[in-house]
C-alpha cells in the first residue's frame, strides 16, 4: 500500500474476483491495525481491525491477515462488487505509544470493473 | 446513533487569513482527533484530546491549534494560512473507555482551500 507522491497503487479486478489489497506498516512496537474504505468526497469508514496477539481475523466479506515478522498486513474482499470501488487505507496504533494517533499508509485505489 | 459531524463542509479562504473547524463526536466518545489530509502526503496527524486536554501532538506547525469543550465537542484553528494548508480536515472519534487501543471513526471532513 505504499505510493510516491500522487499516484496511488491501483489494483483494478472484475466484479465478483476476490481482491487482495497489502500494506506495509512501519512500527514493530505496534499493536493495533485497522483498514479503512474512503469513497470519493468523504471521510475514510472503518472496515475491519486486528490486534497483533491474532494473524487473522473475519468479517462480512473481509479477511484481514497480519503477518507481523515481516510487518505485513492484507485485506482479502471476496466477490467484490462495484460498490467496493474506493481508495482503502491501513492505518497502525500502538497502545505503548500515542493511542490517539493512527499512521496511515498511503493508500491503494481499488477500482471494480461490471 | 449519529456519526461524527464536521463543520463546516467547505471553506475558501486567502493567505494570512484563519480558519476555525468545528467537529462534534458520537454522542458518549471522549476522544477527538484531528487529521489533514492531502495527495502529496495524505493522511496525517494533527492531534487528540481527551477530556478537554490536549493528550498527542503532530509535527505541525504552532499555526495549528485546537481546543475541546466538555460537552467532549472540539474546534481546531489554523492562523495566517498558507496555499500548502489547502487540505481536507478530518476529524475522528473514540470511546476512549478501556486502557487499549480503541478504533476510531471519522467524520466527512473539511475541505479548505486557501487562494
Known amino acids: 500500500g505504499e505510493s510516491v507522491g500522487l499516484h496511488l497503487p491501483t489494483l483494478s479486478v472484475q466484479e465478483g474476483d476476490n481482491s487482495i489489497i497489502n500494506c506495509a506498516y512501519s512500527?514493530?512496537?505496534?499493536?493495533?491495525f485497522i483498514w479503512y474504505k474512503q469513497e470519493s468526497g468523504k471521510g475514510p469508514q472503518f472496515i475491519i481491525d486486528?490486534?497483533?496477539?491474532?494473524d487473522k481475523r473475519q468479517g462480512q466479506r473481509v479477511t484481514v491477515l497480519l503477518n507481523k515478522t515481516v510487518k505485513h498486513l492484507s485485506l482479502q474482499i471476496a466477490a467484490t462488487q462495484p460498490g467496493d470501488s474506493a481508495v482503502y487505507f491501513c492505518?497502525?496504533?500502538?497502545?505503548?505509544?500515542?493511542?490517539?494517533?493512527?499512521?496511515f499508509g498511503k493508500g491503494t485505489k481499488l477500482s471494480v470493473k461490471p | 446513533k449519529a456519526g461524527v459531524t464536521q463543520t463546516p463542509r467547505y471553506l475558501i479562504k486567502t493567505r494570512g487569513q484563519q480558519v476555525t473547524l468545528s467537529c462534534s463526536p458520537i454522542?458518549?466518545?471522549?476522544?477527538v482527533s484531528w487529521y489533514q489530509q492531502t495527495p502529496g502526503q495524505g493522511l496525517q496527524f494533527l492531534f487528540e484530546?481527551?477530556?478537554?486536554?490536549?493528550?498527542n501532538k503532530g509535527n505541525f506547525p504552532g499555526r495549528f491549534s485546537g481546543r475541546q469543550f466538555s460537552n467532549s465537542r472540539s474546534e481546531m484553528n489554523v492562523s495566517t494560512l498558507e496555499l500548502g494548508d489547502s487540505a481536507l480536515y478530518l476529524c475522528?472519534?473514540?470511546?476512549?473507555?478501556?486502557?487499549?487501543?480503541?478504533?476510531?471513526?471519522f467524520g466527512p471532513g473539511t475541505r479548505l482551500l486557501v487562494l
Open positions: 512500527n514493530s512496537a505496534s499493536d493495533y
Open positions: 475522528a472519534s473514540s470511546p476512549r473507555t478501556s486502557s487499549s487501543v480503541e478504533t476510531q471513526y
Open positions: 484530546y481527551f477530556s478537554e486536554t490536549q493528550r
Open positions: 492505518a497502525e496504533n500502538s497502545y505503548g505509544g500515542s493511542q490517539g494517533n493512527l499512521i
Open positions: 454522542s458518549g466518545h471522549r476522544s
Open positions: 486486528i490486534r497483533s496477539n491474532m
